[in-house]
């Protein structure tokens, strides 16, 4: 079975009048089914773009990417809409739910651009609102809700169609330190419980500290790729 | 996505800014509602003007008597002398007929007491007030037996009452010399304004027709007939009945031309209704204009909430939504407010229209085809103005958008 993401000499260089920056310098990584790998980095170290691209919200300007096998440049716009919503979640740093928009159809949101009916769409937000623990909320508007339950709304949100990998980009952000080990360990259970695929971006070092694998960025390059012996729990 | 899933996905953006749909649904309501009220104003208007002609006589057939050539000088229309009053009976035997009335015209001075007045002294048959739908102001008209005993009564138009009777003394009973004959005032008309052609029709004296060939002109023959269809559909059939009768009693043999010509005002009534439809579209086109700057309130609205919901895009972007799902969300987005706006603008207009008719007294009138119209319009509106900023949106790229503060 292919690893879920493959990308071999990865680039992305952005046009800067005359001149041109580079923002990937020809990247190669693998993630395979059931990881939950950080990717780590300074800011301008490329890891947000590299996110950006493997959540296919960019395109690369070089290189191969293979998404379950399927080489993402012969896709097009539509399709790769299609992908992000049948086959990836996103948890961004600032939530972004639907303002004024119940927990429940926020949570139902990816599903109804995948085409499903409503009945099922309920029961599916309901069920994965349950594993994160906030099925009480279902009702609830994002503004009557602390950060910690806004951001697992999200979590649920990225869940609902079953993707083949989650992208965490900074999900611990603008959360304080219990409610973020909270978040983080969420992630861990569903990593290890249910095997989902989850590939986090960070800058801190204490949230990196829950992923299996830590991949650090420099300059558009991979500094290091290692696993991570020392766990947080 | 499916047309209904769009339309829930755009009701339910429109409901989370209740007082700002509502705030721009208000200038497609006011563009709408000022259009079917400026109609409905300009349609009635129309009507009223259309009324008015046929009372002026759109049944109206006039007969003048035809052209002559004396030593190959050829006179116009009427300069011949073969109408004589005699036709009139005969006409009016002819089905569709409703009224005939003889016409004798002398222009001529009118003097009663100390003033004198230059005026129109018409020659008719009791039938003519019916055939000019022109109602008396005061006193009786002429009769059947005035015409039979040439009697020296008049009935005088207002311009005239005023001229000769200028302390408004009521002047029935009143003598007035024409052309040094004294004639007894019997009636006063009604004002009938300016005619068509601009000319006063009040400034006019009627008399009987008898008594003005007898006194006035001396003649046998009168200047015209004037003969009232019974509706309008008999006005071509009774036209070509009144030819051929004429044609016969006046021993007209083809390829002898007709000696009188046979006219219908039907022409004159259409001139008259069409730029009654053109006053109607101008209205129209102002009104328009208000719908216009509605469809520019949309636009601008959109925009901001465009700009607004710029990271709701971007994340509806990354969840999966294609850039035509959400340039249709959008554009529905338009159209939903556009075409609501329409619906309650009709309302109101409606309501409005009822208003002008009972406070001003104007007539109106709602063409039905306006209300399906202006709906269907503020809708193409909707489509119009919402389509860039739909694309706007479309557009944007879903990182860009996600990272937008």
Same mark, same amino acid.
């Given at each position: ?75 097009? %716009? %539509? ?155 | ?42 349609a009635g208007a129309r009507v009223s003007v259309q009324q008015s002609i046929a009372s002026l006589g759109s049944n109206l057939i006039v007969v003048q008597p035809g052209s002559v050539t004396q030593g190959g000088v050829r006179t116009g229309f009427g300069g011949a002398s073969t109408l004589t009053p005699q036709d009139g009976p005969a006409v009016a035997q002819l089905p569709g007929v ?230 249709n969300q959008f554009l529905t987005e338009s159209i939903v407010l556009s075409t609501i706006g329409g619906a309650i603008g009709v309302i109101v207009g409606l309501l409005g229209t009822v208003l002008v008719a009972q406070l001003a007294k104007w007539p109106t009138l709602i063409p039905p085809g306006w209300i399906f119209a202006s709906v269907g319009f503020s809708a193409m509106v909707g489509i119009f103005f919402g389509y860039y900023p739909a694309q706007k ?13």
């Open positions: 079975m292919s690893d879920v993401v493959e990308v071999r000499g990865l680039r992305k260089v952005y046009p800067m009048g005359d001149d041109e920056v580079v923002a990937l310098g020809g990247v190669d990584l693998a993630i395979a089914r059931g990881e939950f790998i950080a990717v780590m980095g300074p800011s301008g170290s490329g890891k947000s773009t590299f996110m950006q691209i493997v959540g296919m919200l960019d395109r690369a300007t070089s290189g191969t990417y293979l998404f379950e096998g399927n080489d993402v440049a012969k896709f097009s %716009d %539509d399709e790769r809409a299609d992908v992000r919503s049948r086959r990836l979640g996103f948890v961004f740093q600032s939530y972004n739910l639907l303002p004024r928009t119940s927990a429940l159809e926020n949570v139902e949101l990816p599903m109804v651009y995948a085409g499903l009916p409503s009945e099922k769409r309920r029961d599916i937000a309901l069920a994965k609102m349950d594993i994160v623990g906030i099925k009480a909320l279902a009702d609830h508007m994002p503004n009557q809700m602390s950060g910690g339950q806004q951001q697992r709304i999200a979590i649920a949100r990225s869940l609902v169609n079953d993707p083949a990998l989650i992208l965490a980009d900074e999900p611990t952000g603008a959360l304080d330190t219990k409610t973020s080990r909270d978040v983080m360990r969420l992630f861990s259970d569903l990593n290890a419980h249910r095997n989902i695929t989850i590939m986090l971006v960070t800058h801190e070092p204490d949230v990196a500290a829950f992923a299996k694998r830590i991949v650090t960025f420099r300059d558009g390059h991979i500094l290091s790729d290692v696993p991570n012996l020392e766990r947080a729990a | 996505m499916n047309l209904r899933a769009t339309l829930r996905l755009a009701v339910q953006a429109l409901v989370r800014n209740k007082v700002r749909s509502l705030l721009t649904m208000l200038g497609i309501v006011i563009g709408v509602a000022a259009v079917i009220i400026t109609v409905a104003i300009g409703a009224a005939v009335s003889p016409i004798v015209s002398v222009h001529s001075q009118v003097v009663a007491g100390g003033n004198n007045w230059q005026t129109q002294i018409t020659g008719v048959a009791p039938t003519y007030t019916y055939i000019k739908a022109w109602p008396l102001a005061s006193g009786r008209f002429l009769s059947e037996s005035d015409v039979a005993s040439i009697a020296k009564v008049a009935v005088l138009g207002q311009t005239v009452v005023s001229q000769l009777f200028p302390n408004g003394s009521s002047p029935i009973g009143k003598t007035i010399i024409i052309k040094g004959s004294p004639f007894t005032v019997i009636g006063t008309l009604t004002a009938m304004g300016q005619s068509g052609m601009g000319q006063d029709q009040d400034d006019v004296v009627l008399i009987p027709y008898s008594s003005a060939m007898e006194r006035l002109t001396g003649l046998t023959t009168v200047n015209l007939l004037l003969i009232s269809a019974t509706t309008a559909a008999q006005v071509n059939p009774v036209q070509t009945e009144v030819t051929a009768l004429l044609a016969r009693r006046h021993r007209i043999v083809p390829p002898q031309p007709y000696d009188f010509q046979v006219r219908n005002l039907q022409a004159f009534a259409q001139a008259a209704s069409s730029t009654g439809t053109v006053m109607e579209l101008l209205l129209a086109g102002v009104a328009a204009v208000s719908l216009l700057v509605g469809g520019i309130g949309i636009m601008n609205i959109m925009m901001v909430s465009v700009t607004e919901r710029t990271r709701e895009i971007g994340l509806r972007m990354a969840v999966g939504a294609r850039a035509r799902t959400i340039l949106a479309a557009h944007l790229s879903p990182i860009e958008a996600l990272r937008f503060e």
